[in-house]
Every structure is written in structure tokens, then in C-alpha cells.
């Protein structure tokens, strides 16, 4: 079961605070600020997503739903809010408590019906060479870049350099 995180509790309590010192003050007219804390408390305890065999149990402060795998098409990580579950009739469902902390949870609780978006994929081994670095040159000489033609990939100095652009050769 993926929850809302309990230290949702503080924010709960900081909200309690709040709005309290105004109702102290003003009892008879600001009553109603000490719903919201109630609201959001409620909020925290209610909003969940449960994995089970049968499929995705979801529930909101107004409302549940069930989802089967068999309309589990797969899970798209928006930028922002919850995980969406693509469902096989093109629609979309926001998964409640599903961020993207959370997916590696959702992925392990589904018993691989949800693969895992963090785990390395698994690819053969293969034999080959690694590949040579693309400003390579033949024949052991490096390129401009390292220092001219035999340097060895050491750079030249301003009067070694200002002596071969002239002709003449500094070894």
C-alpha cells in the first residue's frame, strides 16, 4: 500500500497552528479556519494506492476506484504530480500517493507487472573492443589538438611553437 508520507503529520500540525492564533482571537467569526486543518488531516489518511493481485486500488479524499491489470496498459511519470497509469482504452488515471519517489515501490508491489523505470536493463555481454576515441590519427601520432604531430601529446611552449611555424625545427 503506497501512502501519502506520514511526515504529512507536520504539515497538518504547522497548518493547526496557524490557524489557530486567529481563532483565538476571533472565536465567533473564524471557527470555520480549524475545518481546514481537519480537512487536510483527512486528506493525509485517505489518499492511498493499493497493489494487490486483483489489480490497482485507488482512493482519494472523495472517492475510490479499481483498476485490473488487465487495463493496465503501463505508467507515465509526468513532470509534475502523480504517476498516471495509461490505461488500455487510451485513458489516463492519476495514481493517488504514486510520486515519483515512489515508483520503485509501485514497480516492486506489482510483481513485475510494472517494470522497474530505475533497474539496469539486461543486455548480453559482448566481446567487441571499445571503440577508438574519434580525433584519433595513425600511425602513434597525436592530433593538433594534443600538440601537433609528434609531440607525444605534450603541448609547445609560445617560443617552441613561433620556431616551427617558421620553419625551423625545435629538436
Same mark, same amino acid.
Request: glycine fraction near 16%.
Given at each position: 500500500?503506497? #501512502?501519502i508520507p506520514r511526515l504529512a503529520f507536520l504539515g497538518v500540525f504547522i497548518l493547526l497552528m496557524c490557524v489557530f492564533f486567529p481563532f483565538v482571537g476571533w472565536? =465567533? !467569526?473564524?471557527?470555520w479556519l480549524l475545518l481546514i486543518p481537519v480537512v487536510v488531516l483527512a486528506w493525509v489518511l485517505r489518499t492511498q494506492t493499493a497493489v494487490s493481485d486483483a489489480g490497482l486500488d485507488l482512493r482519494t479524499l472523495f472517492g475510490s476506484r479499481h483498476l485490473d491489470w488487465a487495463q493496465v496498459k503501463g505508467v507515465r511519470i509526468p513532470k509534475r504530480g502523480y504517476v498516471r497509469a495509461d490505461l488500455t482504452d487510451g485513458t489516463e488515471v492519476k495514481l493517488p500517493a504514486v510520486s515519483y519517489d515512489r515508483l520503485r515501490d509501485l514497480a =516492486?508491489? *506489482? !510483481? !513485475? #507487472?510494472?517494470p522497474d523505470p530505475f533497474a539496469e536493463p539486461s543486455e548480453p555481454a559482448t566481446d567487441r573492443a571499445p571503440a577508438e576515441p574519434a580525433d584519433a590519427v595513425e600511425d !602513434?601520432?597525436? *592530433?593538433k589538438a594534443d600538440g601537433g604531430p609528434g609531440t607525444n601529446g605534450v603541448a609547445k611552449s609560445g617560443e %617552441? =611553437? =613561433?620556431?616551427? #611555424? %617558421?620553419g625551423d625545427d625545435p629538436a
Open positions: 500500500m503506497i #501512502r472565536p =465567533a !467569526g473564524l471557527w =516492486a508491489f *506489482s !510483481g !513485475g #507487472r510494472i !602513434g601520432e597525436t *592530433s %617552441d =611553437a =613561433a620556431k616551427t #611555424r %617558421d
